[in-house]
C-alpha cells in the first residue's frame, strides 16, 4: 500500500451475518518507500493495520493505517509520539492487533513496547500497561478464556532469560517470571494450558554478525543447539521449569494446547524442520510448515510427534473460548506446496501485482481441521489470488465449538483488490456467506482479531 485510504459504506455480496457486529483488524509489515527490493526484510517491514467495521448488517467503512512508531512518524512528516521506552528501542509494531482492557495494542517481538491505537486505527502512542511492563511484550499473547487475563513470554536479544507475563484485567501486569536461557533464542511464540506454560526454546538463535544487514533478519539456524520444550506451572518459578528433549524443528505458531489428565499435555503446533539455515533468510525458506501433534508426557519426560497432514500449512487458530482447553476443531491457511515461502516473500511482497507461479497454479486456501476423527475441509479462492489469516467468530447464540464464521482478507484477481470474506465455520467448502469488497488490495500480512462490540 502506497497510502493511508478511508472508504465508507462498502458494497457487500451475500448477507453479512446478523450479530456480526464490531472490526476485523490485521496487521502487517508494509514499507512506503522500497527502492531496492534486495535490501528488504520482510519481516522488519513497518506495521500497518488494515480494519473493516461492520455493523447491523453493513460494513460501515475500510481504514488502512501505517502504525506511527518514532521512525515511520518522521517518514510521514508527523511529529513524533512522545512515551515510554525498552532500552531506547521503538521496533515496528507490525505483527499482531489485539484489544484487551479497553486498548487496542499493534505488537511485535525482540524486546520492544507495543503501541496503542483509537477505534479508528489512528496511533495514540506507545503502551506499558500503566507503568507495569518490566521489559518489551511479544508479538503473540493468549488471553485466558476463564480468567480474563492476558499471558506473554516476552524475549529480548540483550537478556539471557525470557519472561513470563501475567497481565490482569485491570490492565497492570500482576506476575513476571525470568526464565534463564542461553543462546539468546527467538521465542515467536508459546503456549498456555489450563496449569502450564510450554516455552519453546529451538536451534533459531540471535547473531550479532548479521544484525546490521539491511537483507538479513539478526537470527539463524544453529544446528548445534539442543532443541528442548519448557513446562512451566503457571504459578511456578524459574526454577520449576522442566526442560524436555524434542526433535531439531522451528515452531513460529502452536495453534493450541490442553491438558489431557493422567500427566498428559497435547499441544497441536505448525512446525519447521529447520529455519534460516540457507543464505537468503528474507523469509521463511527452508522447508514447508506442517501440522502435527506433540504429546507430552511429564512422567515420563518425553515429548512424542505425530504427524497430522501433509499439507503446507500456517496461521494455526482456534475458537478462542477453546483456548487452553480441549478443542476439536482447528483451522489454518494452505500454501502453496513447493517453492512456497521463498517465491511468496519475493514476488507476493515485494512485486505484488504479480502472482507467484505456485499460487497460480495451486492456489491457496483455508482449511479446517477435525482433530478428533481426523479428515479435513477446505475453501480454495481464485487462482492467483492469496488469502490472509482465518481468523474465527464465535456465533454470539450458541457454545457449539464450530458454530461461528472464518473471516479472512482474500484478494481477487479479477476486480484487482480484495474482498473481506465470510464463510460459515460448520460449512467451510459451502460458497461464502458475505462478501465486503475493499477498494483497494490488502497485502499479504501477518495476524489479526475480530473485536466484537461489547469488547472495544
Same mark, same amino acid.
Request: aromatic residues 10%.
Given at each position: 500500500m502506497r497510502e493511508e485510504v478511508t472508504a465508507y459504506d462498502l458494497p457487500v455480496s451475500g448477507r453479512i451475518p446478523e450479530g456480526l457486529d464490531g472490526r476485523y483488524l490485521r496487521n502487517g509489515p508494509n514499507p512506503l518507500n522500497l527502492d531496492d527490493p534486495a535490501a528488504y526484510h520482510w519481516f522488519t517491514g513497518p506495521g500497518m493495520v488494515h480494519g473493516v467495521r461492520l455493523r447491523g448488517g453493513r460494513a460501515e467503512w475500510y481504514r488502512n493505517r501505517w502504525v506511527r512508531n518514532d521512525a515511520m512518524a518522521a517518514t510521514l512528516g508527523d511529529k513524533p509520539l512522545h512515551g515510554p521506552r525498552h532500552l531506547d528501542m521503538d521496533l515496528a509494531p507490525n505483527t499482531h492487533i489485539l484489544n484487551f482492557a479497553g486498548r487496542y495494542l499493534a505488537t511485535v517481538e525482540g524486546g520492544a513496547l507495543p503501541y496503542e491505537l483509537d477505534?479508528?486505527?489512528?496511533?495514540?502512542?506507545?503502551?506499558?500497561?500503566?507503568?507495569?511492563?518490566?521489559?518489551?511484550?511479544?508479538?503473540?499473547?493468549?488471553?485466558?478464556?476463564?480468567?480474563?487475563?492476558?499471558?506473554?513470554?516476552?524475549?529480548?536479544?540483550?537478556?539471557?532469560?525470557?519472561?513470563?507475563?501475567?497481565?490482569?484485567t485491570d490492565g497492570r501486569v500482576r506476575r513476571r517470571v525470568d526464565i534463564p536461557v542461553d543462546g539468546r533464542p527467538m521465542m515467536h511464540d508459546f503456549s498456555l494450558t489450563a496449569s502450564y506454560v510450554l516455552l519453546y526454546d529451538l536451534p533459531v538463535v540471535f547473531n550479532p554478525d548479521v544484525a546490521t544487514s539491511p537483507s538479513s533478519l539478526p537470527y539463524i539456524w544453529d544446528p548445534e543447539r539442543k532443541p528442548r520444550l519448557g513446562v512451566l506451572p503457571r504459578e511456578g518459578r524459574a526454577e520449576d521449569v522442566r526442560w524436555l528433549e524434542v526433535e531439531p524443528c522451528f515452531v513460529?505458531?502452536?495453534?493450541?494446547?490442553?491438558?489431557?489428565?493422567?500427566?498428559?499435555?497435547?499441544?497441536?503446533?505448525?512446525?519447521?524442520?529447520?529455519l534460516f539455515a540457507g543464505r537468503d533468510s528474507r523469509g521463511p525458506d527452508e522447508t514447508p510448515p506442517r501440522l502435527?501433534?506433540?504429546t507430552v508426557d511429564l512422567a515420563a519426560g518425553t515429548v512424542r510427534e505425530d504427524g497430522i497432514d501433509e499439507r503446507a500449512v500456517e496461521f494455526p487458530r482456534?475458537?478462542?473460548?477453546?483456548?487452553?482447553?480441549?478443542? /476439536?476443531?482447528?483451522?489454518? =491457511?494452505?500454501? %502453496? &506446496?513447493?517453492?512456497?515461502?521463498?517465491?511468496? @516473500?519475493?514476488?507476493?511482497?515485494?512485486?505484488?501485482?504479480s502472482p507467484a507461479p505456485e499460487l497460480a497454479q495451486v492456489g491457496v486456501g483455508l482449511v479446517k481441521f477435525d482433530l478428533e476423527r481426523g479428515g479435513s475441509e477446505v475453501h480454495r479462492f481464485h487462482a492467483g489470488g492469496d488469502v490472509g489469516e482465518g481468523v474465527f467468530v464465535p456465533s454470539a447464540d450458541s457454545d457449539t465449538e464450530d458454530d461461528g464464521w472464518i473471516l479472512s482478507y482474500?484478494?481477487?484477481?479479477?476486480?484487482?483488490?480484495?474482498?473481506?470474506?465470510?464463510?460459515?465455520?460448520?460449512?467451510?467448502?459451502?460458497?461464502?456467506?458475505? /462478501?465486503?469488497?475493499?477498494? =483497494?488490495?490488502? %497485502? &499479504?500480512?501477518?495476524?489479526?482479531?475480530?473485536? @466484537?462490540?461489547?469488547?472495544?
Open positions: 477505534g479508528d486505527l489512528n496511533t495514540l502512542g506507545p503502551h506499558d500497561f500503566q507503568g507495569t511492563l518490566p521489559g518489551g511484550l511479544a508479538a503473540h499473547t493468549t488471553l485466558d478464556p476463564v480468567s480474563g487475563e492476558l499471558h506473554a513470554v516476552a524475549y529480548c536479544w540483550a537478556y539471557p532469560y525470557v519472561q513470563y507475563l501475567v497481565v490482569g513460529f505458531h502452536p495453534m493450541n494446547a490442553y491438558e489431557d489428565g493422567d500427566g498428559l499435555i497435547t499441544v497441536h503446533l505448525v512446525r519447521y524442520d529447520r502435527v501433534r506433540w482456534v475458537d478462542p473460548r477453546r483456548e487452553t482447553g480441549a478443542h /476439536r476443531y482447528g483451522y489454518g =491457511v494452505l500454501e %502453496p &506446496v513447493d517453492g512456497y515461502a521463498a517465491e511468496r @516473500a519475493r514476488v507476493h511482497l515485494l512485486s505484488p501485482t482474500v484478494f481477487d484477481p479479477e476486480r484487482g483488490a480484495t474482498d473481506l470474506v465470510v464463510l460459515a465455520a460448520q460449512d467451510l467448502s459451502g460458497g461464502p456467506v458475505a /462478501r465486503v469488497h475493499l477498494p =483497494v488490495r490488502v %497485502p &499479504v500480512g501477518f495476524h489479526g482479531n475480530w473485536v @466484537a462490540d461489547q469488547e472495544s
